[in-house]
């Protein structure tokens, strides 16, 4: 069984980005610069803009506004 990450657009509450899984991951900038790890649930607080979030073997892009 394949563990999920759940990430959406009500999962960004201002500019925190809130990951909930169990695996270990990181959120990046969309060129390539990490800006957080991290294992399991986390809550972010990042500076505007787009963000790609991986979580074991899921990935998704994330607009902080």
Not at 20 to 47: C, K, P
Not at 53 to 60: F, I, S, T, W
């Amino acid at each position: 069984r394949q563990r999920q990450m759940c990430i959406r657009d009500r999962f960004v509450t201002g500019r925190t980005i809130n990951v909930f899984t169990a695996e270990a991951g990181a959120i990046y900038t969309v060129d390539g610069m990490r800006v957080a790890s991290f294992e399991g649930t986390v809550h972010q607080t990042v500076l505007p803009g787009m963000y790609i979030v991986r979580a074991g073997d899921a990935v998704k892009k994330v607009l902080v506004r």
